[in-house]
């Protein structure tokens, strides 16, 4: 069996070398081996110092996420840095690619860290719902001040190795090899007098005064209803209250009491589905991807615009065609524009700026894309014009080249069917704004090759984007669902409800907006055109709420006219709640026949989210989603669900599918159909399984 940690010395120096692929995780038997490592190292007479590094990738990608939740195994990481920390040898850490989490812990409690200039260091525990549990909240503050260390562990972001010399994380950036730099360099600690310097014996600077205060309300505004960074807040102070060794039985009491928490489970199930929906059954890993040199986008409107950015800041040069000059010259300003302020926001340095828009060419006849790689086309969401677009393309594009649209709704089969090469044809469903919303749903149509997936699956990780694929309906999996989380709010309001109070249940759930904000921020013209085409299709005898579309013919669009669920004052986006659509609402209710009642939170909440979650069952039945994970998925990175309750399917899985079963059957009893359970959900609830057993 392959040694998951390895030993070797060299020179007086004994190696101890991580090996654990992919990422070095510190599972049980690393950790072992390890504690014995060093322990021997400690115990050769032979040996003078130590030195710790990581095979492949990187040194360590933290903590094994995949133990938490399982009976735990001696010994504990914050026990295995103890007897590094304790040994009288300089034990010198070597970091190349990430040190993140237990996997930056580790060498804080080493003597030295020396790191390659691919080195990159991060407490991200936070992102998981967590705080550093093995002493990083302890040592961190003293290595490099309590300022500083806030800002690490609270963002969860990575130290680049060249920031992390300055902050002193570590000593020293070596360039050539590694391990010989700090075998060398352990020599020559080796020679020093005394025992080696500790960071648990370092003193902590106060902070500024009111530094923790204002930390707090920066949580507050932020992390709203998150746990993790509280007790992030509060193990960091206790470095300057409380002896090292309290504070690390501090910071552990509070890294379990998170790690056991509903909100970490959450978290930690995103983390792992997110790489799930990257696995294919049936496009596996190895399956030849095309090369993706050059794009095109058709259609410079919010979306084509977006795209050819995100396009162009991986690095990938980008024409956008769109066929009135007027409309390109406005569109490219636009761009500009964005890029612009993302300089001002300090999200794009000058330089890459310029890179970006360098990539990005404005054309305006159809012959100038012919030899783009894929072309995305983002026009107006109307089936005839993109049949009659794809048409064009077929012909002008070459041979291979992957055709994919940009719908939100449309069958991408039918616009597979007028061209030649069904097999390259496939849907990029973008969310707006493109260049910053992650997600991308990924729609197969019938013919839609493993080759055209695997390119397209690889061109969202390129971009940056979390790609999820999904089959062809109606809405995809996203849509589909937010139609009837929306058309359940649109009821609430019939029936007594008013749209500030659905708007705050969903909001005091963890949505950043409920769905009337939503509604008001993306447009309601948008959907009122969408509910005008469905209108033709739409059963006589469905319940169909009528209050969007009163509003709608009243010119009132959402934020962009001032007016919409709610009314704005110039230049403000805060909603205000407006007596004009409480009277168009009591206008509905009455008309309808409803005898208006108090609603309460509990109806609401479970109303929305019950109906979204009974969808996506029948999603997941019909096969649309590969699995309910990445559900949770599209639903965290495209529609705000808040991420530590893990997204819809795994929220309802924590409910109890028996309780969300139980009370759907109870709304059916009164709404009718809308609720009745599908029959996957009804099947697991009934044999006490969750979407997980799928
Ligand atoms: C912690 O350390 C707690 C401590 O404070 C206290 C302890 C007492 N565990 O992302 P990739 C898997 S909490 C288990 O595609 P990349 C991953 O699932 C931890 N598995 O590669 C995937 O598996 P598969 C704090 C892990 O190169 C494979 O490795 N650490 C872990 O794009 C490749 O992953 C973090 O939060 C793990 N820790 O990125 C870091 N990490 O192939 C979490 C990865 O079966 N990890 N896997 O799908 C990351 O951020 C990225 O994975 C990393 C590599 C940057 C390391």
């Given amino acids: 069996m392959r040694d998951l940690v390895e030993y070797a010395t060299r020179d007086g120096v004994g190696v101890i070398t991580l090996n654990n692929p992919p990422v070095n995780a510190l599972g049980a038997g690393v950790r072992q081996g390890v504690a014995d490592l060093v322990e021997r190292a400690r115990a050769d007479g032979g040996v003078q110092a130590i030195v710790l590094t990581g095979a492949g990738r990187c040194f360590c990608g933290g903590a094994d996420i995949r133990e938490f939740g399982q009976p735990p195994i001696p010994p504990s990481l914050p026990e295995v840095i103890d007897i590094i920390e304790s040994c009288p040898k300089p034990v010198v850490a070597a970091l190349h690619g990430v040190a993140y989490g237990g996997g930056f812990e580790l060498p804080l409690g080493c003597h030295f860290r020396i790191a390659a200039p691919s080195a990159r260091v991060a407490l991200p525990e936070v992102t998981l719902g967590l705080i550093p549990g093995a002493g990083g909240t302890q040592r961190l503050p003293r290595l490099i001040g309590v300022e500083a260390a806030v800002g690490v562990i609270l963002s969860g972001k990575p130290v680049a190795a060249t920031s992390a010399l300055s902050m002193g994380i570590v000593d020293e950036i070596v360039d050539g090899d590694l391990v010989d730099a700090a075998i060398a360099f352990a020599l020559a600690c080796a020679d020093k007098e005394g025992p080696p310097t500790r960071v648990r014996d370092l003193e902590v600077a106060e902070p500024e005064p009111g530094f923790f205060e204002d930390g707090r309300k920066k949580i507050a505004r932020r992390a709203r209803g998150l746990i993790a960074p509280w007790h992030c807040i509060e193990s960091i102070e206790n470095t300057t209250k409380l002896p090292f060794d309290e504070g690390l039985k501090k910071e552990r009491a509070l890294f379990l009491e998170c790690r056991e928490s509903e909100q970490s489970k959450g978290q930690r199930h995103i983390f792992f589905a997110e ?5 294919i059954p049936d496009v596996p890993r190895d399956t030849p991807a095309l090369a993706i040199q050059s794009v095109a986008v058709i259609g410079c409107g919010t979306m084509g615009a977006g795209i050819a950015m995100c396009v162009a800041d991986a690095g990938i040069p980008v024409r956008i065609l769109e066929t ?49 790689d894929i072309v995305i086309e983002a026009v107006f969401e109307d089936l005839d014009l993109k049949k009659e677009i794809f048409a064009k393309l077929d012909t002008v594009c070459r ?12 069958d991408v089969n039918e616009i597979a069917a007028v061209t030649n090469r069904a097999e390259q044809v496939i849907g990029t469903h973008f969310f707006s704004p493109a260049d910053i919303m992650r997600l991308v749903e990924i729609v197969r149509g019938a013919e839609t090759s493993a080759q055209t997936i695997a390119t397209v699956m690889a061109m969202a990780r390129r971009l940056k984007k979390v790609g999820v694929l999904v089959g062809t309906c109606d809405g995809f999996v996203g849509n589909r669902m937010y139609h009837h989380y929306t058309r359940q709010a649109h009821f609430l309001l019939e029936e007594g409800a008013l749209p500030s109070q659905v708007d705050k249940v969903i909001y005091d759930f963890g949505f950043a907006m409920g769905p009337f904000a939503v509604g008001d921020v993306a447009g309601l013209d948008v959907s009122w055109r969408i509910r005008q085409r469905r209108a033709e299709t739409r059963p006589a005898d469905e319940r169909y709420s009528p209050i969007a579309d009163r509003l709608c013919e009243m010119g009132r669009f959402g934020q962009k006219t001032r007016a919409g669920w709610y009314a704005y004052e110039d230049g403000s986006r805060a909603p205000i709640a407006d007596a004009v659509v409480e009277d168009v609402i009591l206008g509905v209710s009455k008309e309808l026949g409803f005898d208006r009642r108090a609603i309460d939170n509990d109806e609401i909440q479970e109303r929305c989210l019950y109906t979204l979650i009974n969808e996506g069952a029948k999603i997941l039945d ?47 009893e009164v709404h009718g159909d809308l609720f009745v359970p599908s029959p996957l959900l009804e099947r697991l609830a009934l044999e006490a399984k969750g979407f997980k057993d799928l």
């Fill in 399 to 410: 041979p291979g080249a992957i055709l994919a649209t940009n719908t939100s709704t449309l």
């Fill in 622 to 668: 019909e096969g649309l989603a590969l699995r309910s994970s990445d559900i949770d998925v599209i639903w965290i990175y495209g529609y705000g669900f808040p991420a530590h309750r893990g997204g819809p399917m795994f929220y309802a899985d924590q409910v109890g599918l028996k309780t969300v079963y139980e009370a759907l059957c109870r709304l059916a």
């Fill in 275 to 279: 790489r799930e929906a990257a696995k």
């Fill in 324 to 372: 009135d000059a007027d409309v390109l010259e406005k569109g490219l300003a636009r761009i500009t524009k964005s890029c612009e302020g993302s300089v001002k926001r300090g999200r794009l340095s000058e330089a890459d700026k310029d890179a970006c828009l360098g990539l990005i060419q404005g054309v305006t006849d159809i012959a100038d894309i012919k030899d783009a």
